[in-house]
């Protein structure tokens, strides 16, 4: 009841500013009156509902706010920092150190659009990157699935003829467009699911995913399993989903030779880990 009534507090101001029925601030009032409320269970699922109700309108009218300011606003790194990124200023521009990696001798400036999707610690990334450039060797051209804002494949162009990415979100891709030419990187890329495609792509080249947490969609991860490609490189946050991706994988020949994890987020659970696949 205590943190029933301690969670309930938080919101009450926020009930009065929403579009909620009146018996939901009633009963946050009395949350907030009462320390020893005692709730039926009627009033608990009524107020379960109406909690989450007013968390999204809240998230609501953030993001509505939000898209505004960032629509007005264009902001880059002006201060030399990097490594953080203010979300709430706008587009902003990040720099990932690849000098470190085998073939390059650059830094690379990445401009991210609000719901383009970067490495939050991008310190960590650049430790990633060079794990993702061992294990996916050099020469040819890098197929780059789910590829966000290219991110991946601009870090490693040195190593590489020709760059090829494929993603869903449309804002994204125009990021890796601009960051590709910002860059001097000769990359192409489109916009689609990559289980929409895959049976278009050059599954011969070296080909890096990094899919989301769900891991390969079941049409991806079986076009992979019968490629001949020269390499191939699973990136993944979540490695439950490598895991069962690993043994569809293996049935079309492939073997899983070599595993790098990288811990971006210190003393927590989660990890990113680096598999390299070979026949």
């Known amino acids: 009841q205590a943190r029933a009534n301690a969670i309930l507090s938080s919101w009450v101001s926020m009930a009065h500013s929403m579009e ?7 009963l946050a009032e009395r949350a907030v009156a009462q320390s020893e409320v005692v709730w039926d269970d009627n009033e608990v699922k009524q107020l379960a509902h109406l909690a989450h109700a007013s968390y999204l309108s809240a998230v609501a009218v953030f993001d509505e706010a939000l898209s505004e300011a ?12 990097y ?12 720099r990932v150190d690849t000098s470190t990696l085998p073939g390059d001798t650059t830094t690379r400036h990445f401009r991210l659009s609000p ?19 061992e294990a996916v060797g050099a020469g040819g051209t890098l197929l780059d699935l789910y590829c966000g804002t290219g991110s991946i494949g ?9 760059v090829i990415g494929v993603e869903e979100v449309a804002s994204a891709v125009e990021d890796a467009g601009r960051n590709a030419a910002a860059n001097g990187v000769e990359a192409t890329y489109q916009c689609a699911k990559v289980e929409d495609v895959v049976h278009e792509l050059p599954l ?3 080909i ?3 899919p989301p947490r769900a891991g390969l969609h079941p049409r991806v991860a079986k076009a992979l399993a019968g490629a001949q490609a020269e390499a191939l ?12 991706d690993a043994a569809i994988l293996a049935e079309g020949g492939w073997r899983l030779t070599e595993l790098w994890t990288v811990d971006l987020f210190p003393q927590t659970g989660h990890i990113e880990m680096v598999g390299r696949f070979e026949r």
Do not use: W
């Open 20 to 26: 909620l029925p009146e018996n939901g601030k009633d």
């Open 70 to 81: 960032m629509a007005a606003t264009d902001v880059t790194d002006a201060t030399g920092d």
């Open 83 to 94: 490594g953080f990124a203010d979300l709430t200023a706008g587009t902003y521009t990040v």
């Open 115 to 133: 719901s383009s999707f970067f490495q939050t610690n991008t310190h960590g990334a650049e430790v990633l990157y060079g794990c993702i450039a």
């Open 154 to 162: 601009i870090a490693l162009a040195d190593r590489v003829e020709r």
């Open 204 to 206: 011969d080249a070296r």
């Open 208 to 210: 890096v995913v990094d």
């Open 233 to 244: 490189v699973y990136v993944a946050c979540h490695p439950a989903s490598l895991g069962r």
